[in-house]
């Protein structure tokens, strides 16, 4: 909900969010042949012009080439490609692929005392790429050669070293990145980085502290934290809104120790991307205990009917129609299935759905402006959580719960969806079942096809505007990584980053890009 509709907060926020001007070419929208962001563009609508690959054939479509990685890794990372170079990276490798026969460039390391933690991507502009690591430092790249041209390492509100698993994105001189870590009660933050330097610009608590404006939705005297940022960021380029999906408060589900809304968890927050000042908020899962982060970009898209929406997508199991003008949440639509979720957690245990490892995770919508339709994968998978007994006690560095049983018994049963929903009513428009969750990215193309990949090794291809499945190619590696279309010596091509690792979702992959033509 909107933040002037909750009741547990006492104070008033004075709204300053800007319209949606129509997006420029020049600004919003990226070149036509290149995919140089985490989901595309600045918007993160997962939408390419690209035409060459249609319906009629798409089943056509062959491997052209593969890259496979010299490394085990998560391997969540999205895809970005310019100027016929693909970039990607894992926890402690970043790389450049030639996109047209994924022959390597070159490879940098930054070298870790604990690797092997999520990471999701890099970020462009000029002749610079910058990404984040899990032990909180920054780095800039030089595009060409893979030279290291300055670090920043980022701390929390507490001054303890920043955990980085987001993707970072450029724009206008700046670096704006996110930290995550709520399962230890980080202080989480949003920061702006100087682009040329490295030098922090400005950070923005995502969990207010002393006297600080939604520090009186938290209680006194206890350790909080949380809100953490799990993705990458979305900006409207016309208003320089930066807007930042949040993650669940700590202790993850023992609500006693925290009455309160818990700002600003569970939320879409709009900063001035120039100097992070807050221009509004939209808390959409106040007061969580289900750990229902929302992990993925929100997809800025302008309506058939000429709405400005934030499309917000998270572990709750709904997309989150955000309307910009009326300040308001216009819609949510469950894309998963939502059961028992108003049933207090007790020691005895608890089941509900979505459950902790169910809903969106962290790649988020796309959409279709000749359909106006919003896409979204999700995971249907259910938990039973049980409460601990004893309120927690906060230990630096250790996991803070509130649970006897971590994050819960997950249900043997699981499968995936991707759900097409009317960007102006919410009304599912079309949905397709899956064997196993969809966690992967969608690539949206102008001809009307909708591609994505799922845990059980599958790239797909819809009709976007009916759902049917016009083609289906075995990647045989669960993918959880991105999904993109680019062109390349004049030839459209699909990339998928495939192989994810996951302890959580129980996948064991590979990690390797496969790209595909005609």
Same mark, same amino acid.
């Given at each position: ?279 509004? /908020?939209?808390?959409?899962? #106040? ?9 993925? !970009?929100?997809? +800025? @898209?302008? &309506? ?12 709750d199991g709904y997309l989150h129609a955000i309307d910009i003008d009326d300040k308001a ?100 428009? /079309?949905?397709?079942?899956? #064997? ?9 193309? !102008?001809?009307? +096809? @909708?591609? &994505? ?66």
């Open positions: 909900m909107f933040n002037g509709q909750l009741s547990l907060v006492s104070f008033q926020i004075r709204c300053l969010v800007l319209a949606f001007r129509p997006p420029e070419a020049s600004s919003q929208n990226p070149a036509a042949a290149d995919w140089p962001a985490y989901a595309r563009d600045y918007g993160s609508t997962g939408y390419s012009p690209l035409s060459e690959i249609k319906p009629e054939n798409v089943s056509r479509l062959k491997q052209i080439c593969s890259y496979s990685l010299p490394e085990q890794s998560t391997f969540e990372s999205s895809l970005l490609v310019l100027n016929g170079t693909m970039y990607f990276a894992t926890s402690e490798y970043t790389y450049a692929v030639d996109a047209s026969n994924c022959a390597l460039r070159w490879r940098v390391r930054h070298e870790m005392q604990n690797p092997g933690r999520t990471v999701r991507g890099v970020a462009i502009a000029g002749n610079r790429l910058y990404r984040g690591f899990s032990d909180g430092n920054v780095m800039a790249y030089d595009l060409g050669s893979g030279d290291q041209l300055w670090t920043t390492r980022l701390t929390e509100t507490d001054g303890r070293p920043a955990t980085i698993a987001a993707s970072p994105v450029a724009w206008n001189g700046m670096v704006f990145i996110g930290t995550s870590g709520a399962e230890r009660a980080c202080g989480c933050i949003l920061a702006g980085l100087d682009a040329n330097s490295g030098r922090v610009m400005w950070t923005f608590p995502l969990v207010p502290t002393g006297n600080a404006p939604g520090a009186e939705t938290w209680p006194k005297g206890v350790r909080v934290g949380g809100g953490s940022v799990w993705t990458a960021l979305s900006i409207d380029t016309n208003s320089g809104t930066l807007y930042t999906s949040t993650g669940n408060p700590g202790p993850d589900f023992f609500g006693d120790y925290r009455p309160g809304a818990n700002l600003y968890t569970g939320s879409i927050v709009a900063l001035e991307a120039r100097t992070g000042a807050l221009r509004s /908020w939209y808390q959409l899962v #106040p007061h969580d205990v289900h750990d229902w982060d929302q992990a993925a !970009a929100p997809a +800025l @898209v302008i &309506t058939r009917r000429g709405r400005r929406r934030a499309m917000a997508a998270g572990k949440v216009a819609w949510k639509t469950p894309v998963t299935s939502i059961v028992n979720v108003d049933a207090p957690l007790t020691p005895e245990g608890t089941f509900f759905c979505p459950g902790t490892a169910g809903g969106v995770l962290w790649n988020g919508p796309a959409f279709s402006p000749e359909t106006n339709l919003v896409f979204v994968n999700s995971i249907d998978w259910c938990t039973t959580l049980k409460l601990d007994t004893k309120s927690p006690v906060f230990e630096p560095e250790k996991q803070f719960l509130g649970s006897a049983n971590a994050f819960g018994e997950k249900e043997e049963r699981r499968k995936g969806w991707i759900t097409a929903v009317d960007a102006d009513t919410g009304v599912v428009r /079309w949905r397709h079942e899956t #064997p196993a969750p969809m966690v992967a990215g969608i690539a949206v193309t !102008a001809t009307g +096809l @909708v591609f &994505t990949a799922g845990l059980d090794g599958d790239l797909l291809a819809f009709d976007a505007a009916s759902g049917k499945v016009l083609h289906r190619l075995p990647t045989q590696q669960p993918a959880g990584g991105g999904v993109i279309t680019y062109e390349t010596g004049g030839k459209q091509r699909i990339a998928v980053a495939t192989g994810l690792q996951d302890t959580i979702l129980q996948t064991n992959g590979k990690p390797v890009i496969i790209v595909y033509g005609l």
